[in-house]
């Protein structure tokens, strides 16, 4: 077995594709995993905002995450009907596209590319930073057990999206048990203290304060926490994975994601502030997360602590799955549209979308190097991505229940399809406005660079698709095929020596014309390369001309050319281009015959002329030159 059948497991046949599909056991971890695993950084991320706040910032964090919850509900909503709307794929690109125009739907694919790439880095990066609040001994190996991660995390989706829903199924499980039930113990302490437990484990005593409240840092930790809210749109951008029905399935995924994040993060809150837990610094010795913190403070650091916290580590580190699922599947439509490589659009081994797949490694592994995997450095750039791509898709769908309605065919149906314009423009409201906020609240924090970089990878669509369309003027209708029988072509065979790769090319080239010229190309002067030369015409006479005369059949000429300065096309190029003068109404083609390299050491002890030289005359030769491979199996 080859050791890539080891690595990514067997190669698949096409009939296999529908059998490679999810339910919604599969679809939780698979989809879902971006979701449960923001409910992490996101309650985090908006309380490092409140430091500055000092003991009191955690009093206000339930104020802060109330709102966010509020439009998850809003959101959920929105998406159980436009997965209903749209079975297939009910990603905003698809949805701007129908709705809003091309446009608009260059912009939402932006949006979303750039969020999956930022939602592995930034959930990669959240899952070390738990597991070095479990392990501070870890601290000063963050960045490379990011990358680490990153790479399990690709070779896990190589094998294919159902292995990896399967595969990362026990530990989002164990995550969702370990901490509905922490949750559930914590309110219940706390409940029964009167709002004030005492902590199993006390958490680190918040930094002194060094600012008052105001609105402005409300909205700021308003912002950081939106960063809960990703991977939400992941169910309607990945409904070709789901199995029949998709809706079903879709719907099933949908409501078990939501609806655990939203008793995580209202949970979260609640124990934070009862607890009195606050955020830590990434970046300094000593580290611990917030819900490292929220179980040693319900339940102490005993056993059932570093099963939560690993099971906290597994998500966290895996929720880039959610990306993985998605956003090849993101890059094969618009590949489809002709805005990115073909490439994109075309099946692997195990029948996903292999290209998007490694790129969406390698732009993560960037990120993740440039920002050193540290959470906080990545979060300003994060949620303006996803809430750009909330608002279009939720604003498409009102379009859609617009135009529904005015074909509506009775008072029942369009009170139905009015019911769903509403939601979705509420929704749509609702999103832009918290897009809004994070704008202009993250803005110098970091945020400028992504809004910097979504109209670059427009512009950077765009260059595809002209390009695509410039091929396509290109090499449009000819019309009628052209035969002329006298127009055979005059075929040049580069040889090094008669030898039995040079036979067979010859004996290919004298079924296509009569006209053939076996090229040899000296690469140095003096006595040694004049004797060579001797006798290559020597045995060309014999083995050549001879046979060929008896034959009666023309003979091939054989041309020995100088390379001055070693470089083997040139010549080529230059007969090529002198036989076009000389025969306008003629092509010339160029048989190469080349010994077939099956094992990687071949591609040391072949010096490579063959293909240097098929590389040249493809760049450089004009329209008339074919160039005809002649392969040698040894």
């Known amino acids: 077995m080859a050791w890539l059948d080891v690595l990514l497991g067997a190669r698949l046949a096409n009939r296999d594709y529908g059998r490679r599909k999810i339910g919604a056991f599969e679809g939780l971890p698979a ?29 206000y964090i339930e104020g802060v995450m109330a709102p966010i919850v509020a439009l998850l509900m809003i ?46 880095a930034v959930g990669i990066s959240a899952g070390v930073g738990a597991l070095v609040s479990a392990a501070p001994a870890l601290h000063p190996y963050i960045l490379p057990i990011c990358l680490g991660v990153l790479v399990l995390v690709t070779i896990a989706n190589l094998r294919g999206t159902l292995d990896a829903g399967r595969l990362f199924a026990a530990p989002t499980y164990l995550f969702v048990v370990s901490f509905v039930a922490i949750i559930a113990i914590g309110v219940a302490k706390a409940l029964l203290s009167g709002g004030h437990p005492a ?25 950081s926490g939106c960063t809960a809210m990703t991977g939400v749109e992941a169910v309607s951008n990945g409904m070709s994975a789901f199995r029949e029905p998709p809706v079903k399935y879709g719907h099933r995924t949908l409501a078990a994601i ?93 029948l996903v979308f292999s290209v998007g797949i490694l790129y969406l490694a390698a732009t993560a592994g960037t990120l993740l190097f440039a920002f050193g995997g540290i959470t906080d450095r990545l ?52 999103t832009g406005l918290a897009l809004a906020v994070i704008i202009v609240a993250k803005f110098l924090e970091g945020a400028w660079i992504t809004i910097l970089v979504i109209p670059a990878v427009i512009a950077l669509l765009v260059s595809i698709h002209r390009y695509y369309r410039w091929v396509a003027r290109e ?61 290559l015409r020597a045995r060309w006479r014999g083995s050549v001309e001879q046979p060929a005369a008896a034959a009666g059949i023309a003979a091939p000429r054989l041309m020995i050319l100088q390379a001055q300065y070693r470089d083997i096309h040139e010549p080529v190029l230059k007969l ?12 010339v083609a160029v048989l190469i015959p080349e010994v077939v390299k099956r094992h990687w050491y071949q591609y040391l002890l072949h010096v490579g002329y063959a293909d240097h030289l098929r590389r040249q005359l493809l760049r450089k030769g004009d329209s008339r030159l074919a160039v005809i491979d002649v392969p040698w199996r040894l």
């Open 199 to 223: 902590p199993v484990a006390p958490p680190p005593a918040p930094p002194p304060a060094t600012e008052s409240l105001s609105l402005w840092l409300l909205l700021r930790a308003f912002a």
């Open 475 to 535: 090499v449009c209708d000819p019309g009628p095929l052209e035969i002329d029988a006298g127009s055979s072509p005059i075929i040049l065979i580069p040889i090094e020596d008669w030898d039995k790769l040079t036979a067979k090319a010859l004996r290919l080239a004298l079924t296509l014309s009569p006209d053939v010229v076996g090229v040899h190309l000296t690469h140095l002067s003096g006595p040694e390369a004049r004797e060579r030369e001797e006798s």
């Open 379 to 430: 979060i300003p750039l994060f949620a303006i991505g996803a809430f750009l791509t909330f608002t279009l898709s939720q604003g498409g769908m009102a379009v859609h229940w617009r135009r529904a309605l005015r074909r509506s065919k009775s008072r029942r149906e369009a009170g139905a399809h009015h019911l769903h314009f509403w939601i979705n423009a509420v929704g749509a409201s609702a």
């Open 31 to 59: 989809m879902g995993l971006d979701g449960l695993g923001s409910s992490a950084y996101g309650p985090e991320a908006a309380l490092t905002i409140l430091i500055p706040l000092g003991a009191a910032g955690s009093a």
């Open 75 to 120: 959101l959920f909503v929105s998406y159980w009907q436009t997965i209903r709307a749209y079975p297939n794929n009910g990603g905003a690109y698809i949805v701007t596209k129908e709705n809003l125009g091309t446009n608009v739907s260059l912009l939402a694919a932006a949006a979303l590319m750039i969020d999956y790439v930022l939602n592995v």
């Open 576 to 587: 090529a281009g002198e036989l076009g003068q000389k025969f306008p109404g003629r092509s």
């Open 258 to 350: 939501v609806g655990i994040l939203a008793i995580l993060l209202a949970g979260i809150a609640y124990l934070a502030n009862s607890y009195r837990i606050m955020a830590m610094d990434q970046t300094q010795p000593g580290y611990r997360s917030v819900l490292s913190q929220l179980v040693g403070a319900v339940i102490g650091e005993n056993a059932f602590f570093y099963v939560a916290i690993g099971s906290l580590l597994c998500v966290l580190v895996l929720s880039a799955n959610t990306s993985f699922v998605d956003f090849p599947r993101l890059c094969r439509m618009v590949a489809e549209d002709g805005f990115l490589p073909k490439s994109f659009a075309i099946a692997g081994r195990r």
